[in-house]
């Protein structure tokens, strides 16, 4: 579309951007407040930060979730795009059907019931809950987000450079090493980004498949959280909103110039 | 599988192109495979294990249950234990029935509510000079990208009764006392839509963008009044969005345990905690399956209609 804006519309984007911003900017902002008592502002402070590096378990759990999603991101990314090629490459195959189904089920299903049903399987197969048992449970979940992902980016790809590597010799699986994963790389970056925020993010499922030793920093705070609004709480948020925001805003902007690149050299070799 | 042939010239797409991209050997099958059997040994497995479990006996042991199948040998004697007294248990129980129908009007009424707030948006958004669009985007999502649990718990702060909601209505001299929000389902409401809203801005915002937008000046030109075009041209053309926006709130809205938990209080039982409940505080694993395969049951046709849809998308 792309078109005047009407006061109407002018309305709705502040009062939309105001509704998704206002809470987490309020809960920033209450996190340097100097008193104990969240909703009253008694002056600027960062004493609550300071009072974070001196709890232990908490500072634990933040080190067990980030390995959790730096490995199930990673080897969810690879699982993922793997899933994506197979739907959107090798489209025909037995059980084609039944993998769309499982890549797009997850991602809707309600955590309770992924958390539970991965919970029961860890039990039925002997598995102690641990570390590993948490891995595997975001590692099946993200895969699917990744898929997604990377699935979409597959679509509006342009068959005729493939083809054309194809036709000048290259195999299927070269094709694919040369071609078709650098010009998906960013599809690919963006699913590891998103598989390593939904494991940051994740306190359903980590909950039903942790065990002791691998309390996660989302389970550390719930358990806070369920006993009221604290000042640390908030400092904690705070901390890993500014890790996320630099993260997707610095991604954002390294896509554009790539794009604008990509663009230009497609321009380029037009002409030539 | 060998290789076939090489150059087949120009427009060799479709399925000869298909046939060749298909023509990996070892590769093509661990592509397919490897992601293949994760997810049906830790999607699928582990969901018939669900099912298997809600069929059976609770026991006071660990794992709370009796196994309904070991070894193949007793698989008989195991099928003729399977019953049906958890799914009884859940049918006469009203509690369950109501933390269902509870959960299904919370997730239709919030479903709406996210609608009515992010069609707007989104509309703003298609309507933006193209040179915002992409900032525009990206403000969307990136509340998306932060802790779902610390946006919900962003609001307990403004909702308590203390909170900052009603201090800002104290101030403006609204109200004389201050009102009760946090734990009803108003604030299930609030955080539903808070947190959902992306994934109906989106799919709408998608649909919008790509519409051609000589029809709306075709129609204009042919005398039709604004609202009219709008009714008559924009909202159809922006169904396929709006559907999809409003299965991606509802599926998982509906099995919400987190927004319930923090904000709606322990008087508001919707079934996503009834199942947390039932597993970790009841230790009734039976019946924790039971109640999370109903579930699923109700869940699985707006989850047929959504997955339908999203092929046809693509």
Redesign the interface.
């Known amino acids: 579309?792309?078109?005047?804006?009407?006061k109407?519309?002018?309305v709705?984007?502040i009062?939309?951007?105001t509704?998704?911003?206002l809470?987490?900017t309020?809960?920033v902002v209450?996190s340097f407040n100097e008193s104990r008592l969240?909703?009253v502002w008694a002056g600027f402070s960062t004493v609550w930060y300071r009072e974070l590096w001196h709890n232990r378990g908490l500072i634990d759990a933040a080190w067990v979730t980030l390995r959790l999603a730096l490995i199930s991101a990673s080897v969810a990314t690879v699982?993922?795009t793997?899933?994506a090629?197979?739907l959107s490459?090798?489209?025909?195959?037995r059980?084609r059907t039944l993998?769309?189904?499982?890549?797009?089920?997850?991602l809707?299903?309600?955590?309770?019931?992924t958390g539970?049903?991965?919970l029961?399987?860890f039990?039925?197969i002997n598995l102690d809950r641990g570390f590993l048992t948490v891995t595997?449970?975001h590692?099946?979940t993200s895969?699917?987000f990744v898929?997604v992902v990377v699935?979409?980016r597959l679509?509006s790809l342009d068959?005729?450079l493939?083809?054309a590597a194809?036709?000048?010799?290259a195999?299927?699986?070269a094709?694919?090493f040369h071609v078709t994963l650098p010009l998906i790389w960013p599809a690919v970056i963006a699913g590891w980004?998103?598989a390593f925020?939904l494991s940051?993010?994740d306190?359903?499922i980590a909950?039903?498949t942790t065990g002791p030793g691998s309390t996660t920093l989302?389970m550390k705070?719930?358990s806070q959280?369920?006993l009221g609004?604290t000042p640390e709480?908030n400092a904690v948020?705070t901390i890993?909103?500014a890790i996320?925001?630099v993260?997707?805003?610095a991604a954002?902007l390294i896509n554009?110039r790539r794009m604008v690149r990509q663009a230009r050299d497609e321009r380029l070799a037009a002409e030539g | 599988m060998a290789?076939s042939g090489?150059?087949?010239?120009a427009g060799?797409?479709g399925p000869q192109?298909?046939e060749?991209?298909?023509?990996?050997g070892l590769?093509?099958r661990?592509?397919?495979g490897?992601?293949?059997l994760?997810?049906?040994l830790?999607?699928?497995?582990?969901?018939l294990?669900?099912f298997k479990?809600s069929l059976s006996q609770v026991a006071v042991a660990m794992?709370p249950y009796i196994?309904t199948f070991g070894d193949p040998s007793t698989w008989w004697s195991a099928l003729q234990q399977f019953s049906l007294d958890n799914y009884a248990w859940i049918a006469g129980d009203q509690l369950y029935l109501d933390a269902y129908i509870l959960s299904l009007v919370i997730a239709a009424t919030s479903t709406l509510l996210t609608l009515l707030?992010?069609y707007?948006?989104a509309?703003?958004?298609?309507?933006?000079?193209?040179a915002w669009?992409?900032t525009?985007l990206?403000?969307?999502?990136?509340?998306f990208?932060?802790?779902?649990?610390?946006?919900v718990?962003?609001?307990?702060?403004?909702l308590?009764p203390?909170?900052?909601f009603n201090?800002l209505l104290l101030f403006l001299g609204l109200i004389d006392q201050p009102l009760v929000i946090l734990n009803t389902p108003v604030a299930i409401f609030i955080g539903i839509v808070?947190s959902y809203?992306p994934f109906m801005?989106l799919p709408i915002y998608a649909s919008?963008?790509r519409?051609d937008?000589s029809l709306i000046e075709a129609a204009a030109d042919l005398g039709s009044p604004p609202l009219k075009a709008f009714w008559k041209i924009t909202f159809p053309l922006s169904l396929p969005g709006v559907v999809a926006g409003c299965?991606?709130v509802f599926?998982?809205a509906?099995?919400?345990?987190?927004i319930p938990d923090?904000l709606g209080g322990s008087r508001t039982l919707m079934i996503?905690k009834t199942?947390?409940l039932e597993?970790?505080t009841n230790r009734d694993?039976p019946v924790?399956?039971a109640v999370?395969v109903v579930?699923?049951a109700i869940?699985v046709v707006p989850?047929a209609i959504?997955?339908r849809q999203?092929?046809r998308e693509?």
């Open positions: 579309m792309g078109w005047r804006l009407t109407f519309n002018l709705s984007l009062f939309g951007f509704f998704l911003y809470p987490i309020l809960l209450y969240v909703t699982l993922g793997m899933a090629i197979a490459r090798y489209t025909r195959f059980g993998m769309t189904g499982m890549i797009y089920a997850p809707v299903m309600p955590e309770v019931i539970l049903s991965l029961l399987f039990v039925a595997l449970a590692i099946s895969m699917c898929a699935q979409s679509r068959r005729s493939e083809d194809m036709d000048l010799g195999t299927p699986t094709t694919l980004m998103l925020t940051l993010d306190l359903v909950s039903f989302p705070i719930y959280v369920r609004v709480i948020c890993l909103i996320v925001s993260g997707v805003v954002t554009r | 290789r090489g150059a087949t010239g060799a797409r192109a298909e060749r991209a298909g023509s990996g590769f093509r661990i592509v397919i490897v992601p293949f994760w997810l049906v830790l999607f699928l497995v582990p969901f294990i669900v479990i794992p196994p707030i992010a707007p948006l509309y703003g958004m298609a309507k933006a000079p193209s669009r992409t525009l990206m403000l969307v999502i990136l509340p990208w932060t802790s779902f649990l610390i946006r718990y962003a609001w307990i702060a403004i308590k203390e909170g900052l201090q808070y809203l801005t919008l963008e519409m937008h299965f991606l599926i998982p509906a099995g919400e345990f987190v923090l996503g199942v947390w597993f970790f694993w924790a399956s999370a579930l699923v869940l989850i959504l997955q999203q092929e693509g």
